[in-house]
């Protein structure tokens, strides 16, 4: 395989300059090529990963439900079987360990006869636009951001929320919040140390800052809680995403030394009310939190109430 696709220098050249990660695999799925794009995107250099399968999940691409697709309906295996081309929207693990959303094309590559000799796999970050660089410039030059976690800190959420009521007074658009807490953190600490618990929590921040749109808002509340601020017409809704960013955490590991650290989420969310302020709807929600906690730690809890 290697012969007919790598042998020409400026194809490779072409290939490196592209923003889009690129990587071929043969008909085993050993990855050949991976281009600069792709070290770009997932923080693995062509080093790391040519040569070894991609069925060994190296990227461990996951859908919304959580299924893992490298070691099951992999869109690159299925392209080499039935000679089709695909396009997935995914979640794959970036080398640093948060989760990053991405758009994925596979398709089949055929020798001179037409005989699938391997597939090709194409991957853009759709996480990744200018809006979200802006808020970053702004947010470090107001002093509005966690060093840490390189999201909002506790200021600018109060501030969000702030605007968040004033449009809700007077347009009543529906919103909710989602306040999350990462399970058995203080064991972490304990067991590995701060830095360690200081890597986790930038884990867990970019990865539910991955999974959001642009007008959401994720905000490190303190410690290792974050509250999301999301537009929401129901409960249902709510949960919806609420149980995606659950699953993604669930799903998100990093390895440190000779360990993979892995941790989960309790999650509890609430709708805002007529007669609600910033705290009683902050307090609704870290209570539904502390019941997802007392049910036994990686759940969602969603306050039941729906006005109107």
Same mark, same amino acid.
């Given at each position: ?28 799925r050993?990855?050949q ?22 069925a060994?999940?190296?990227?461990? /691409? ?6 893992h ?8 295996k299925?392209?080499i079987l ?5 396009r ?8 640093e ?5 991405v ?6 590559? $055929? ?7 391997? *597939?090709?796999?194409s ?8 809006? *979200?660089?802006?808020?970053?410039a ?6 509005l951001?966690?060093?840490?976690t ?8 109060? $501030? !969000?929320?702030e605007?968040?009521f ?17 399970? /058995? ?6 067991r !590995?140390?701060?830095p ?8 867990? *921040?970019?990865t539910?800052?991955?999974a959001?749109?642009?007008?959401? !808002?994720?905000? $490190?509340?303190?410690?290792?809680? !974050? ?12 949960s919806?995403? *609420? ?10 590991? $990093? ?6 650290i ?47």
């Amino acid at each position: 395989m290697e012969d007919h696709l790598l042998n020409h220098g400026m194809f490779e050249t072409l290939m490196d300059n592209l923003q889009e990660g690129v990587y071929f695999v043969d008909t085993e799925r050993n990855i050949q090529y991976w281009n600069k794009g792709a070290e770009k995107i997932t923080g693995y250099a062509s080093g790391e990963v040519v040569g070894r399968c991609c069925a060994s999940n190296i990227l461990n /691409h996951i859908n919304q439900e959580g299924a893992h697709l490298c070691t099951g309906d992999c869109p690159l295996k299925l392209s080499i079987l039935d000679g089709k081309s695909r396009r997935s929207e995914v979640y794959l693990r970036h080398k640093e360990g948060h989760r990053l959303p991405v758009v994925v094309w596979t398709s089949p590559i $055929r020798n001179e006869e037409g005989r699938i000799v391997g *597939a090709l796999e194409s991957f853009t970050d759709i996480a990744v636009n200018l809006a *979200a660089f802006e808020r970053i410039a702004e947010l470090e030059a107001q002093a509005l951001m966690c060093p840490l976690t390189l999201v909002a800190n506790r200021r600018y959420a109060d $501030r !969000f929320l702030e605007e968040k009521f004033s449009e809700w007074e007077r347009y009543q658009r529906p919103f909710g919040v989602a306040f999350i807490d990462v399970d /058995h953190f203080k064991s972490v600490n304990d067991r !590995f140390g701060h830095p360690t618990g200081d890597v986790v929590l930038k884990m867990v *921040a970019q990865t539910i800052k991955s999974a959001l749109r642009s007008f959401d !808002f994720v905000a $490190r509340w303190g410690g290792d809680e !974050f509250l999301v601020v999301l537009p929401a017409q129901n409960c249902e809704e709510l949960s919806k995403t *609420a149980n995606r960013l659950r699953i993604l955490v669930l799903n998100t590991s $990093r390895k440190i030394s000779s360990d993979r650290i892995q941790v989960t989420v309790s999650i509890g969310a609430a709708l805002v009310r007529e007669e609600d302020s910033i705290s009683t709807l902050v307090s609704r929600a870290d209570n539904c939190m502390y019941h997802s906690k007392d049910a036994g730690r990686n759940l969602v809890t969603v306050d039941a109430f729906e006005d109107g």
